[in-house]
């Protein structure tokens, strides 16, 4: 079955707003017809939402026809508004960032369309090319107090959330633990912690800009044409350094290819020690809030190490100043 611009689904899908095809016509003409001859699901990585690959065939009015690959997905409304900002965003460094070429509505919510981009995630956080830390420092300053209506802020109200989900996984978790003596130290942690005045606060002194807000290898694809940064589900309004305190370290090499890139942007310096003191914020922030992934998915030593940097964080950011 396939599916032609400016048609309904032939599965049967209502569409309440817009066409997952309609941007063929934009791109090739109101004569081109796209059809859909091949639809694949994608189920890698830890969640599978609805997403497939559509294999289209372009036929043009005059005969000639080109293959394309794309990615359908079902989205919440914050990557839809994420994914529109981010497609507002022609720099030429930013070339990980995916290119949104429609979104719409269906009786399931949601959905945009995106190029298919192949690759696979960096073997880890410390392998992720300098295209997305380029790409990020873009965004980051293009969004400086931006305002994206339905997106999360850093705020108060988002620090209780977050440690009300992460208790919470900590907490089911621990019952099924093989070795639940660090869970209980994480729990301790994140008990002690909930409405800190350090943390709390400190963000409300920051900047906000645009941030992915879950960056980690498996939300990245590296390809033959370069770095795509995808799955921008948790985009957020907050301080910049949420994006970066999981891939680099202040003052290392490829730290200074995202201040490179971010004070070419921005026409000026980056504020580094304002920089330094976000970037120990968010690192406490960051490892608190994937301890309940670690839990799961990776053990106790995982946890350990967590539980260990965001110490670390926590003591540099109380000798701060800003």
């Given at each position: 079955m396939a599916w032609q611009c400016g048609s309904m689904?032939?599965?049967g899908v209502g569409q309440e707003a817009g066409h997952p095809l309609d941007w063929v016509k934009i791109r090739w003409g109101?004569?081109?017809?796209?059809?859909?001859?091949?639809?694949?699901?994608?189920?890698n990585g830890y969640s599978s939402p609805s997403v497939e690959r559509l294999d289209l065939?372009?036929?043009?009015?005059?005969?000639?026809?080109?293959?394309?690959?794309?990615?359908?997905?079902?989205?919440t409304e914050a990557e839809v508004t994420v994914l529109r900002a981010l497609r507002d965003v022609t720099d030429t460094r930013a070339s990980a960032l995916p290119r949104l070429l429609a979104d719409g509505t269906d009786a399931a919510g949601p959905w945009v369309v995106l190029?298919?981009?192949?690759?696979?995630?960096?073997?880890?956080?410390?392998?992720?090319?300098?295209?997305?830390?380029e790409s990020l420092a873009v965004v980051h300053v293009r969004h400086v107090n931006a305002t994206l209506p339905g997106l999360p802020v850093v705020d108060g109200t988002w620090w209780d959330n977050g440690f009300r989900h992460v208790d919470r996984r900590l907490s089911e978790l621990l019952p099924f633990a093989s070795e639940?003596?660090?869970?209980?130290?994480?729990?301790?942690?994140?008990?002690?912690?909930?409405?800190?005045p350090?943390?709390?606060?400190?963000?409300?002194?920051?900047?906000?800009?645009?941030?992915h807000g879950d960056i980690h290898a498996n939300n990245i694809l590296a390809g033959p044409a370069g770095a795509k940064i995808i799955d921008w589900g948790a985009g957020t309004l907050g301080p910049a350094m949420l994006d970066l305190a999981n891939l680099v370290a202040p003052g290392s090499p490829r730290f200074a290819v995202y201040v490179e890139a971010w004070e070419a942007t921005a026409g000026r310096a980056l504020d580094l020690p304002r920089a330094n003191l976000e970037y120990q914020w968010a690192t406490a922030c960051v490892n608190i809030?994937?301890?309940?992934?670690?839990?799961?998915?990776?053990g106790g030593d995982a946890v350990r190490e967590m539980l260990r940097r965001a110490r670390g964080a926590l003591d540099a950011l109380a000798r701060s100043e800003v």
């Open positions: 689904p032939s599965d109101q004569d081109a017809v796209a059809r859909v001859v091949r639809r694949t699901p994608i189920t065939l372009i036929e043009m009015g005059d005969g000639t026809a080109v293959k394309r690959q794309v990615l359908r997905k079902h989205a190029p298919f981009y192949p690759g696979n995630a960096p073997a880890s956080e410390a392998d992720v090319s300098d295209d997305v830390l639940p003596a660090p869970l209980h130290e994480a729990l301790d942690l994140v008990r002690s912690l909930r409405g800190d350090l943390l709390v606060r400190t963000p409300e002194r920051l900047s906000r800009t645009l941030v809030k994937y301890l309940g992934f670690a839990a799961h998915h990776l």
